[in-house]
């Protein structure tokens, strides 16, 4: 285990800016997000507690374009961008968030090898940092991980009052530390203090939600209409929750052409829409209480099937930055677990 002091953490930041570009948290466009660092500010240590916007926008951007097309002859000429390999490191990710970028890559990485992806993916350096004030709406230790959670990221940074505890998790992050200058060894007192922190940190979790039964009740309350219609009435689909959930990853594909030019996009989509699932001859989620039923089973029962891990990392952006007040856990917890006699599917 390694320490650095807070004050020191520009020249940190300042050795890595060499060989990466690096995020960092910022507010300057009016949103918290992870932003390229400017080489100077470091007051985000200040305010920091998570980005509205999650670090899966550093992966799959919100609208990227895929290739350029000219008509020709009558027939397409595609001009792909140059694949480039970009390397970033991303300071102060917060453990749910990494562990949402270890959730989508099961998608973009295994499922199917999306090179978009994984171009700015492969080379990534996360950086995660503790969380020592985790919000109300948080409820990772729900999820069999916690504020403190090293298993996602390369280093892992505890913030112990002047210092970060930096612990070397992955071989990336050992190296990348082992060239690193300013660095000390931490004592056998600094590494009590950071467990101490980790501590704390976990107890200060308290929103709770029992994954065993909502396990057990999810399958046998899919077809609770009347349930899903009830939790679904304030709901006013707005997609927030979907656009700034770590762990959404829904795309839509768009081209933008005149006279036969263009270009194809690719950019976020949410499956709170009922857009989402229109089809040329009918659309099977017109109704919003569907829509609603598919977040959450997406997220609880379908991503489980798929790759055996729950899509939620307990982050709660969806229940803090809802303009409804609509939340995932008061959903899950009211399941009633049977459906009525005679619900329709
Ligand atoms: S953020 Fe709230 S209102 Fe908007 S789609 Fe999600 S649950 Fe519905
Ligand atoms: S569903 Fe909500 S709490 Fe879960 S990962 Fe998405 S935004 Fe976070």
Redesign the pocket.
């Known amino acids: 285990m390694k320490k650095i002091a807070k004050k020191d953490i520009h020249k940190l930041l300042s050795q890595w800016q060499k060989e990466f570009t690096v995020f960092v948290p910022s507010r300057e466009t009016g949103v918290a997000e992870m932003v390229a660092w400017d080489g100077q500010d470091t007051t985000f240590l200040n305010w920091y507690r998570n980005t509205i916007i999650p670090p899966k926008a550093n992966f799959l951007q919100n609208i990227e374009k895929m290739f350029d097309f000219r008509k020709d002859d009558g027939s397409y000429n595609l001009e792909l961008p140059v694949a480039q390999e970009q390397k970033q490191l991303i300071f102060g990710i917060r453990p749910c968030d990494a562990r949402a970028i270890s959730i989508i890559d099961m998608v973009f990485k295994d499922a199917y090898e999306d090179t978009y992806y994984l171009n700015r993916r492969k080379n990534a350096v996360l950086v995660g940092m503790g969380c020592v004030n985790p919000y109300d709406s948080c409820f990772c230790t729900s999820l069999g991980f916690g504020p403190a959670e090293a298993a996602d990221v390369d280093l892992m940074l505890t913030d112990t009052g002047d210092e970060f505890l930096i612990e070397e998790v992955t071989d990336k992050g050992k190296e990348l530390l082992a060239k690193t200058e300013g660095v000390e060894e931490a004592t056998k007192g600094d590494e009590a203090r950071a467990g101490e922190v980790k501590d704390m940190a976990y107890q200060k979790v308290t929103r709770k939600i029992d994954i065993k039964e909502i396990e057990k009740k999810l399958p046998s309350s899919f077809d609770n209409e009347e349930f899903w219609k009830k939790i679904a009435a304030?709901?006013?689909?707005?997609?927030?929750?979907?656009f700034l959930c770590p762990t959404c990853y829904c795309f839509d594909i768009n081209d933008e052409a005149l006279k036969g030019d263009g270009a194809r996009y690719r950019n976020w989509d949410?499956c709170?829409f009922p857009l989402y699932t229109q089809m040329p001859m009918e659309n099977p989620r017109v109704e919003k209480w569907r829509r609603?039923r598919q977040?959450v089973c997406h997220k609880y029962m379908f991503y489980p099937m798929l790759f055996d891990i729950i899509a939620c990392t307990g982050c709660g952006r969806?229940i803090r930055?809802?303009?409804?007040n609509?939340d995932i856990t008061q959903t899950l917890a009211d399941m009633p677990g049977e459906a009525p006699v005679g619900t329709e599917k």
């Open positions: 304030k709901c006013v689909s707005c997609g927030i929750c979907t949410s709170s609603v977040k969806c930055l809802c303009p409804v609509w």
